[in-house]
């Protein structure tokens, strides 16, 4: 993005303003979150008017089942994962799949802090299949990653060990577990490859993506179809992110 002295400068006012007013930190929900510097305004700026992840938070909100494991494939920073473990009963497993290294730390920070004594694990992968690694784009932005093999301008391409849903639903799900997937298009290689990793999913929140379906020539419809076949059924959609209950 073109430098803009103006336009930079009222961002900066207008941050220093709001932590000013919430004692350096962000506030989600009620909930104070950290926010790494080098993180670009634009999402600081949804944080800041309340509309960050919200179609996944009001989802959240209405269909968690604070009694049943959860498993978040893209924790990105954990604010939403904060959110989410608040929710939980004392004891409840909540594990945090996160590809981006440079966001591990704060997003460990931010879901814990809600739960401080809750059994909680955050893993650096990325959810992938056909190798124990799996290439992985990493903008200068910091939020802005992938599982790609292709870097585009401004990205640079790192390895990091590949995790299936299998693998993390493991034996502390026979019981049944919540599912939260926000992982920019890595959605269908989930619902393709590891269909049966879902037989004891209770509930899924899903951010679906289209555009990355069709340029692997796949489609909404098709990964609606895959989600059908592994016994989940859409029960509320707020735009691309979608409620699945099980069948």
Known sequence: MTRNPIRDGIRSLRLARYLSR??????????????????????????????YEE????????????????IELGGSLGILSAYVNRMLA?????TIVEGNGALIETCRENAASTR?????????????????????????????NRVDTQAKAGE???????????????EQTKGGYTLIMDIE?????????????????RLAIIEIHPGAFGERGSSEDAFLGLAANAGLRPVERIGASIAFARS
């Not at 640079?156 to 493991?170: E, F, K």
């Open 22 to 51: 919430h004692g350096g930190r962000f506030d989600f929900h009620g909930i104070p979150v950290t926010i790494p510097r080098q993180v670009n305004f634009a999402m600081k700026k949804q944080v800041m008017n309340g509309t």
């Open 55 to 70: 179609p996944e938070r009001q989802l959240v909100e209405r269909h968690l089942n604070p009694n049943l494991p959860v």
């Open 90 to 94: 004392p004891g409840v497993p909540y």
């Open 116 to 144: 401080p004594d809750g059994p909680l694990s955050v893993i650096h992968a990325a959810c992938a299949y056909g190798g124990d690694t799996v290439t992985f784009t990493q903008s200068q932005n910091t939020l802005g």
């Open 156 to 170: 640079r391409l790192i390895r990091v060990p590949a995790r299936t849903l299998s693998s993390l639903a493991g």
């Open 185 to 201: 298009g890595g959605e269908l290689d989930v619902m393709e490859k590891d269909g049966g990793a879902f037989a004891q999913c």
